[in-house]
C-alpha cells in the first residue's frame, strides 16, 4: 500500500509551507510517527512525523520548496512498490533563488516566483492590489482563479495580519482616516510630554451659575464650561507665547493670533472647530461661535475655514467621566489641555479637610519647543485664573 | 470458482465509462470494463451520435439545395430524403464502427472488455454474469434508464422508426427534445413540441427567444407550461392530453416521444450502500461516493445530462482512481442544444451575472457579416456577457445553424477565465467562424 505525505495544515492560517529539509532520504526505512521532515511557514517552524511505516519511495517536493496546503510532497511504501504516476504536477512554488554571495558587488534581484493564474484573476487581482504570489491556486496544475482571489481578499478581510478573526470590519471613513493620519504623524513627529493638575474649580462652577440666566436671556443659549475655558485659556496664553506657537523649518514662530480648537466628537470621529482671535472676543461672542460650530460639527456642514488656523486645542472628557489623561497635540501645534470631570473630593482647604469640586487638567505639549517648566508655568498660569474670582470674573465678561 | 482480480473496475462503457477506463489503463492500472451493451453507451448508440450525424447531413443537403435554388451553379436533378434508411445507414456505418473502435482503443490500452450486465456486491468485488471480478477501486458510469410515460417512445429510439410519422408528438423542451423535434420538423413531419415549464431552461433569454423564433418558423407548434397527463392509444393514433394555463387540450398524432422521463440506473450498486442525492448518486468533488473506493461519473450523478459533462467526470473519476488529486468545477459547463438551430449556453446568463451583482456589459454580433459562415450555411447570434468591472467574460451564448462550432470556444475562454482584452490580443484565424468572438468584445474592451 502506498501512504501519500501531503503537506499538513499546521494552523487555521496556514496556506502553505515551506520544506526547510528532509530528515529521511529517499529509500530510506521510515517508522510511523517518526520525525520525517521539517517545514516552516510564516509563523513557526516544525517536524512533521511519518504518517505510514515503510520505505520513503518517492520525495515529490524537494527541500526549499514551498508547496500549498494539502499537496502531495511524498509516497510511502514498500521496496519497489509501484508509485501512482503523479497526475497533477505537485504545485511547487519555487521559492526566492539564493541571495547572491556577500563579495559580488552588484547584488542581483531574486528571480519573482512565476505565477500562473487565469487572465480574470490577474485582472481583478490588479485592480484590487493584491500579490498574486500570496494566493493558493485552486485550479488545473495549481493555476490561479477568480475565486481563489476572491477568497483570498475574503479571507484578507476576514483575518488580521496576525490571523486574528474579525467580527466586522469597518472601512476607514475619510474623516477617521484624516484624523488616523494626523494622531500618528503627530505622535511621530513630536516629543510629547503631558503634565497634570488636579484643582478646585469652585469659582469657576460659582461663575457659570451666576452667568448662565444672563447669557441664557441675551443670546438664549445655555452656557458651558467650554466657552468658558476657551476665553480663560486666551486670556493666559497672552502670557505664556511659546503654548501658542509652531516649530517650523528649525525656527520656533511665535503665533500673533490666538485660535482656540474645541474638539467636538461626531459619528465616527471627531472634528476640532476653531474660534479665532478668542482673546479678543466677548464670553457671549465665543458662546454664539461655539453654539453654531458644534451644531455644524454634528450636521457635518463645517467649512475648511472653520476647522483651520487653530493655534492652541482643548479636548474635554469630562462628561464622559474622566479624570486625567494623555491628549495628542494637534499639528502644527505645540501644546494641547484636556479637561477631565468636576468631582466633588476631599481637599485640603486652609488646614481642613473639606469637600471640594475638583477638576484634572492635562496638558500635553511639544518638548522639542517647550521645557517642562514653560508648561508648568502656563498650566499654573490658567490654575491661578480660575482660582482667583475678580480675575475670572473680569477676563469672563459677558460682553 | 476463482474471480478475476483488478486494480479497476469501469463499469458502464458510454462517455463516462470509456473515458474512465481509458485514463485508468493510461495511468497503468490492471482495467476491466463491463458493458451489457454496445461500447459508446447512449451517447454514441441512440444520442448525441445518430442524432448529430443526422441533423449534419440534412444541413449539408440543404446547403447544396440552397446553392441549386438561388443560382450558384449547381444543378439538381431530384433531391429525395429515405430517412428510415439514412438512420439504418448512419447505424452500420458511423454508429457501430464507432463503437468497434473504441473496444480497440481500449483493448489495445489492455483494458479487459466483459460483456455483460454488472452488478456490486461489496465495496471490492463485482459480478458480471458468472464471472466474479476482486477490485481495488471501481468507478460506476451506468447512465440513466429513459423511459416514455403511458407507452410513449424514449427519445433514445427515435433511430429505430420505420415510418416517418406525419404528426409527432414531442415532450419535452429541454436540448434533446428540441433536437428530436427539430429532426422530425426537417423530414417534413407536423412537430407538437410539449414542455411543462419553458424551453431550454438555464440557457440564456435571448439565445431561448432565437431558437423558439426559428422552429416556430419552420412550423413546429410549440406548448409551454403544459403538462401531459395523459396518452391515450387509439388505434394507430395517440391521443395526448395535456394541461395548459388555457385548460385542457388534446393532440392527435401518428408517435408520441418523451424526451423528459428518465431515472439513474443505480440498481447496479446491489450489494454496496451508496448515499443518494435527489435519487441520484451523490459524488464529492473528486467524484467519490460515499463508499471512498467507488467513483461515479457520468449521468447517474444527476449533473446536467451532457456528454460533455459524463466525458470530464470519467477522466477526473479515472485520474482519481489511479492516485491523482483533481476537483471538478462546473462553474463553465456549456449548455448545448446540437439541433436546427444549434445552440449553447457557456457560464453565466445576462440575467444570472446581474442577479450575482456584476456590472454587466452585453456584446452582440451576428453571423450574418462573418464570410465563413456565408460558406458553411452557418447563421445566427452570439452574446457575451462580460464583468464591465474588470473585463472578465462571464458567459458565451450563441444560436443559430451551425453555431455550436464555437462551444469549444466559449469552453475554453471561460474555463480560463479569460478577459475580453486578453481575447482581442490572440491571434484568432481569419477567415473563421470563430473570429466573431473578436467582433463581438471588441465592442466591450476596456483597454
Ligand atoms: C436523444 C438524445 C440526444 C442527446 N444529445 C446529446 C448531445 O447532443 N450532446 C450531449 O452532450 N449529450 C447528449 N445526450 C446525452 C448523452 O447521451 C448522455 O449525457 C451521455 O450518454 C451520458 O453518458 P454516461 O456514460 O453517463 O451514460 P450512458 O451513455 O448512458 O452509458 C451508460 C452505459 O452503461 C451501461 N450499463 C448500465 N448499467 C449497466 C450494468 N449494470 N452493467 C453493465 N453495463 C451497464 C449501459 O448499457 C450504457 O452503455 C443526448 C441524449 C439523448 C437521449
Redesign the pocket.
Known sequence: MVTEVRMPKLGLTMTKGTIKKWLKSEGDAVRKGEPLLIIETEKITSTIEAPASGYLIKIVAQAGSTVPVGNLIAYIGEMGEQIPSITAAPEVVPTQVAPAPPERVVARPAAPARVRATPRARALAEKEGIDLSQVAGSGPGGLITEDDVLKYIEGIKARTKLGLRVKKSIPLTPLRATIAERMSESLRTMAQVTIMREEDVSKLIKLREELQPVIEKEVGIRLTYTPMLIKAVAEVLKEHPLINSTLEDNEIKVIDEINVGFAVAVDHGLVVPVIKNADKKSLKDIVIECNELARKAREGTLSLDDVSGGTFTITNLGMYGVDGFTPIINPPQVAILGVGRIISKPAVVDGRVDVRPLCTFSLTFDHRVIDGHTAAQFLDGLIKLLGNETALREVLRVS | MSAKECDLLV????????WAGLVGAIKGLKTIL???????????????V???VFLNYISALRLVKKLADEGYGVSLKDLTIDAVNMFKSIKSKVVDPLSGSMRDVLENLGVEVIN????LESGNSAR?GSEVIKFKRAVV????R?GGINGAM???E?TDIDEVPSTVVVIGGN??GL??ASAFSLLGSEVILVEDGELLSGFDKEIVDYVTLALLERGVRIFTNAKVVNIINKGDIKETHLINPEGELRISSDEVID?STYVP?N??FGGVSVRLKGGYVAVDEYLRTSTPNIYA?????GNL???????V??IIAGLNASGGNLRINYKAVPK???AYPDAFSAGLTEAEAKELGYEVAVARQSLTSNALAKASGSEGIIKIVVDAKYGGILGIHGAGVGISELINEAAILLGLESTSDAVLATFLAHPTVGEVLREALIQVTKS
Open positions: 463499469i458502464g462503457g458510454g462517455p463516462a465509462g470509456f463491463a458493458e451489457e451493451g454496445p461500447l459508446g453507451g447512449t451517447c454514441l448508440n441512440r444520442g448525441c445518430p442524432l448529430a455483460g450486465r454488472a452488478l458480471v458510469a451506468t447512465g440513466l429513459w424514449p427519445p433514445t427515435f436540448a434533446f433536437g428530436i424526451a440506473r440498481e447496479v461519473a457520468g449521468d447517474i450523478t445530462p451532457y456528454a460533455h459533462v459524463a466525458i467526470q470519467g448545448y442544444l446540437y
